[in-house]
């Protein structure tokens, strides 16, 4: 086990929502873009529902800040706010596969406000066309509960998600008093032996420590790519959780959500077999609230 010291502050900012701010969450109504963003976009129709051989469009990644029937509005880390249109031929793809094709149930069920996206574009007349949009599965859970929970109207949606991330965000609140690292093979989410040992030394220390709390983040290296690598690093924080309440006995309510970070934080160099290494892994920290600690 080793105390954490210059890296505590990245480590506890890896479960809060990927969600913009609050004021980035004012959810238009599904048929009323701004004005301005009408005027970004001057196009007549609806774009063909076959976009293979138009050209190219930029990249857009941000998340979504406003919707229309046929249309979405991506708002960059920049601030810049970019309009695209939506084709039947459009591919929504998450971490965890396909959501649909069907265009409208897209724009009710899936392309939700306040979601993060990366969208590949293509040019058609004067604007852009999504040709595929990006998202990740947990993203759309956490949109969908907020929207499914807030039916009456956009304004409770905005404040809903407000409280949400007021209470994720108490994750600040906490001294990570130790961590574990257990390593994988390649591709791999199964336990060694030692793996499973030290899970439940981990375990056993922090049953010695008033009011601790257990944290964990899976990784990969980065070997294949993202949305590979996100279900790899999901299953692999989903293993230890498993081990750690099965095996262990450590208890379900004394555990942060468990999240899955792909090849985000890497301990050593993507270019060596060693950093490989060292980057499959999954984190067990040991949390305990900052009011509480030494109680």
Not at 6 to 33: F, N, W, Y
């Amino acid at each position: 086990m080793r105390v954490i010291s210059k890296r505590s502050g990245a480590l506890l900012m890896i479960a809060m929502l990927t969600m913009p701010a609050s004021g980035s969450l004012s959810a238009q109504q599904p048929d009323q873009l701004p004005d301005q963003s009408r005027a970004d976009i001057t196009v007549n129709g609806l774009p063909p529902a076959e976009l293979s051989g138009m050209p190219e469009g930029p990249d857009i990644e941000g998340y979504i800040s406003a919707r229309g029937d046929e249309k979405i509005q991506v708002t960059s880390a920049d601030g810049t706010r970019t309009v695209i249109l939506i084709s039947e031929g459009t591919e929504i793809r998450a971490s965890k596969g396909l959501f649909g094709l069907n265009r409208s149930k897209l724009a009710a069920d899936s392309l939700l406000n306040g979601l993060p996206v990366n969208v590949k574009t293509v040019q058609w007349r004067s604007g852009l066309v999504a040709n595929q949009i990006k998202l990740r599965s947990s993203d759309l859970k956490t949109a969908t509960m907020i929207r499914t929970g807030t039916a009456q109207g956009f304004d409770e949606q905005s404040a809903a998600t407000e409280a949400l991330r007021s209470r994720v965000s108490d994750i600040d609140q906490y001294n990570v008093k130790g961590t574990t690292n257990v390593h994988f093979d390649t591709g791999k989410a199964k336990l060694s032996a030692r793996g499973k040992a030290d899970l439940c030394a981990t375990a056993d220390a922090a049953d010695a420590m008033n009011n601790a709390l257990i944290l964990v983040v899976g990784y990969t290296d980065s070997t294949g790519d993202y949305e590979y690598n996100q279900q790899l690093s999901e299953k692999r924080a989903s293993r230890v959780v498993n081990h750690l309440q099965q095996a262990c006995g450590w208890k379900p309510y004394r555990m942060l959500t468990p999240t899955g970070m792909s090849e985000a934080d890497p301990l050593g160099s993507n270019d060596t077999a060693s950093g490989k290494a060292q980057n499959r892994r999954v984190e067990v920290n040991i949390l305990v609230s900052k009011g509480l600690d030494g109680l």
